[in-house]
């Protein structure tokens, strides 16, 4: 079994297949960040609130994103995943 596809949680800490999680992405090269789609720096948050109220409490997405993630991008994970 390989971990290729594999992704952890920036919430949790949980390792499973990279479908599981809600992407959260940085694009390049204007640094706006999206849900699902583009290409540049990416997070992954499992798509449950606790989860997604925890990565706000601690801003672990804006930690890992490398930048700060507003308040909208966490009221649309909450509502999408």
Do not use: W
Not at 25 to 39: A, E, S, W, Y
Not at 50 to 75: D, H, N, P, Q
């Amino acid at each position: 079994m390989t971990k290729k596809n594999y992704r952890r949680c920036v919430s949790c800490g949980l390792i499973a297949p990279k479908n599981h999680f809600c992407r959260v992405v940085r694009n390049f090269p204007d640094h706006k960040i999206t849900l699902d789609q583009g290409m540049g720096r990416s997070a992954y948050i499992c798509p449950n609130s606790e989860c997604i109220a925890i990565a706000k409490k601690k801003k672990r997405l804006g930690r890992a994103l490398r930048t700060m993630v507003s308040a909208e991008i966490y009221e649309e994970l909450k509502t999408r995943c």
